[in-house]
């Protein structure tokens, strides 16, 4: 009787690809570290959110990776251009931020630097921290049950609010509750007792880079540019994220799940009478904007 070996090869073969795959993301991102963004200029002639002004974002961030490319196997040209273009946009969004509410070409900017975002290696402070200027054209009203018509909707959803639970002064965080706009990219956090809107600097809704997804390739980048940051430097210069985890926090407790599936069960009710009723459901048609 014949003894079959089964070759271990192309098991071995896997698990030190694998290995070699994790060790290079683990040296490019330790090299990233080091980088210094240099000072660049980015010669922009067309109109603020202009079709002309993507146009020529895209031709210098051409020229300038082309300028900074080193034939070696870390070059970091791709991230160098990249952030040079987000210099320039967050300069040009401070300087007109009127510009971008309700413009054709609102998506875009967006699409333009979110994607700017993920050619980086890591996020410096001065971007994590514009997440907060980007996120109040996600417009969120001043008051929950709006937002719970824009949810019925289907505009924005309920999330899990686990990171915006911390405790702060007389508020029992119990009672609060995340949404996320339907792109993913808008958050806005709300205290269904006072029926408002929260934005101290500890438990505050935050724009998203990479908005998180159940796809783990997706969901790592959440981690690396929204998530890591946010572990880094917090929300704001305020309260540094060590201070934030230091508080109690009402996530898990009774209180906060009755809250949470109270609040569900209201949606849906919600949503159900829009189906129902035509003219209601034309509401859903209707930009919600706070007073």
């Known amino acids: ?43 922009i002639e067309a109109k603020f959110l202009s079709e002309a002004y993507f146009s020529q974002l895209s031709e210098q961030y051409a020229r300038i990776r082309s300028e900074y490319r080193r034939w070696y196997l870390f070059d970091h040209s791709k991230s160098i251009a990249a952030h040079a273009i987000l210099v320039r946009m967050m300069s040009d969004l401070r300087k007109q931020p009127e510009a971008l509410d309700g413009h054709d070409h609102f998506e875009r900017f967006f699409d333009t630097f979110d994607r700017a975002v993920r050619q980086l290696p890591y996020t410096t402070e001065e971007i994590h921290y514009f997440r907060n200027e980007l996120n109040r054209y996600g417009e969120a009203p001043e008051r929950l049950e709006e937002m719970v018509e824009l949810a019925a909707c289907g505009k924005w959803r309920l999330y899990s609010a686990r990171y915006h ?57 959440h981690h690396q540019y929204d998530k890591l940051p946010w572990m880094k430097w917090g929300n704001t210069n305020q309260v540094s ?51």
Request: glycine letters at 4%; a neutral charge; hydrophobic letters at 40%.
């Open 1 to 43: 009787m014949k003894t079959v070996i089964k070759s271990r090869v192309p098991k071995m073969a896997i698990i030190i690809f694998l290995v070699a795959l994790i060790v290079s993301f683990f040296g490019y991102y330790r090299l990233a570290d080091y980088i210094v963004y240099p000072a660049v200029p980015v010669e």
């Open 241 to 291: 994220y060590e201070e934030i985890v230091q508080r109690k926090t009402r996530h898990g407790s009774i209180e906060q799940q009755t809250n949470t599936e109270e609040l569900q069960q209201l949606i849906r009710s919600r949503m159900l009478e829009l189906q129902e009723d035509r003219l209601s459901n034309l509401l859903c048609q209707v930009v919600w904007r706070s007073p």
């Open 165 to 221: 639970r911390y405790e702060v002064k007389e508020l029992d965080a119990a009672y609060q509750v995340k949404f996320i706009s339907d792109n993913g990219r808008f958050e806005a956090v709300y205290h269904t007792e006072t029926g408002q809107i929260v934005t101290d600097p500890v438990n505050m809704g935050t724009y998203n880079y990479a908005p998180g997804s159940i796809y783990p390739w997706k969901d790592i980048l």
